[in-house]
C-alpha cells in the first residue's frame, strides 16, 4: 500500500507539504495527498481545494452536506467528470513521458514469437520505476493468440500458471500426452537446433541431478535387455568406438580387469567364453583339416587313374 503526504494550510493561505520521507527516506509516496484545514484546536479534512488555496470544501461544511444529500444520477456525473478529467491528465502524462524517454529506447522489436513489441520501453520504464514491472494493455492490433504469448513473456504468475496446467493435463490426459511427445520426437527429428538443444539439456541434467542420472541408467538397462535392435546397435557402437578410440579403449580394458578381479560371476562367464571360443576354434580347425584331407586324397585318386589308364593306353599299342 502506498503512503500518502499531508498538507496543512497555514495562517498566510499558502498549502504546506509534510510528506512520509521526512520520516523515513526510504518510503515511496505519490502525488496524491489528504488536506487538514486547521480550525481552532483541530484540523478538518478538506475533500476539495481551488487554485491557490482560498477555498476548500471540508468534510463539516455546508457544501460537503450538499455533497451528501445528492442524487445518483448527480454523484454519477461528478464521478465521470472526475474519470474524464482522470484520463486526461493519464493521457498528457503519458505523452509527456513519451516524449523524455531517448527514441532509442523506444525503438520495436521482434520478439522470439515474431510480434513487435516495445521490450526496451518496457525494461527502461522498469528501471525507472521500481514496482512498475507490467506492461501497458494492448488492446488493438494483436489477436487473442498473441496477446497470450507477449503476457506470458512478460507476466511470471501468469507463465506460472499456464505451465502447471499444462503439467497437470499431461499427467491426467493420455492422449494430449501422446500428442506431445508424438510432437516432440518429430520436432526432434527434423530440427536439427532443436536436437542439439535437447542433447545438449539432456546431458547437462545428467552431470547434476543424481535421480535422473540413476534413471536413465535403469532405462537404459531394460532397453538393451528387451530391444534386440537397440543392443546390437549399442553392440555395434562399442565395437566402432573401441576401434577408433584409444582413450575408450584403455578405460574398457581397465575396467574389464577390474570386474574380473572383483566380480566371481562375471570372471566364470569370461572364462566359459574364452574355452567356448577354443573349442569351436579347434572344431573348425579340425573341419578345415578334414576338408583338405578329402582334397587331397580325390587328387591322388585322380592322379592314380591316370597313371592306370595311361599304361592300359601303351600295352594296348604294343600289343598291336
Known amino acids: 500500500m502506498e503512503k500518502l503526504h499531508f498538507k496543512k494550510k497555514a495562517e498566510e493561505g499558502k498549502w504546506i507539504k509534510y510528506s512520509s520521507k521526512q520520516i523515513c527516506s526510504k518510503n515511496n509516496v505519490n502525488d496524491q495527498a489528504i488536506y487538514l484545514n486547521n480550525v481552532g484546536n483541530h484540523y478538518e479534512v478538506v475533500l476539495s481545494v481551488l487554485p491557490g488555496g482560498k477555498e476548500e470544501v471540508t468534510l463539516n461544511s455546508k457544501e460537503s452536506a450538499k455533497k451528501q444529500n445528492q442524487s445518483g444520477a448527480e454523484k454519477d456525473q461528478m464521478n465521470l467528470n472526475y474519470e474524464l478529467s482522470h484520463e486526461g491528465t493519464m493521457k498528457r502524462k503519458y505523452e509527456q513521458h513519451e516524449l523524455t524517454v531517448p527514441k532509442k529506447v523506444l525503438k520495436r522489436e521482434k520478439n522470439s514469437f515474431g510480434l513487435i ?44 500458471n499456464k505451465l502447471e496446467k499444462k503439467k497437470m493435463r499431461y499427467k491426467q490426459d493420455k492422449s494430449y500426452k501422446e500428442g506431445l511427445i508424438q510432437t516432440g520426437k518429430e520436432k526432434y527429428m527434423n530440427d536439427a537446433k532443436y536436437r542439439q538443444y ?49 582413450e575408450f579403449k584403455r578405460e574398457v580394458k581397465q575396467a574389464s580387469i577390474q570386474k574380473y578381479a572383483d566380480d566371481d560371476e562375471f570372471k566364470r562367464k569370461l572364462k566359459d567364453q574364452m574355452l567356448t571360443r577354443r573349442q569351436n576354434k579347434y572344431a573348425d580347425d579340425d573341419i578345415s583339416k578334414g576338408k583338405s584331407n578329402r582334397q587331397h586324397n580325390k587328387i591322388c585318386c585322380k592322379m592314380i587313374d591316370f597313371k592306370r589308364k595311361s599304361n592300359s593306353k601303351a600295352h594296348t599299342e604294343i600289343m598291336l
Open 117 to 160: 513489441v516495445e521490450e526496451k520501453y518496457l525494461l527502461e520504464r522498469s528501471r525507472k520505476e521500481p514496482g512498475v514491472c507490467e506492461p501497458p494493455e494492448i488492446e488493438e492490433g494483436f489477436t487473442k493468440s498473441e496477446k497470450e504469448k507477449m503476457k506470458y513473456q512478460w507476466d511470471p504468475q501468469f507463465r506460472f
Open 198 to 246: 535437447i542433447q545438449q539439456a539432456s546431458k547437462d541434467k545428467y552431470i547434476s541431478d543424481q535421480k535422473y542420472r540413476e534413471s536413465k541408467k535403469i532405462g537404459s538397462i531394460q532397453k538393451y535387455a528387451n530391444d534386440e535392435e537397440h543392443k546390437r546397435k549399442v553392440k555395434q557402437a562399442s565395437i566402432q568406438k573401441y576401434a577408433d578410440d584409444d
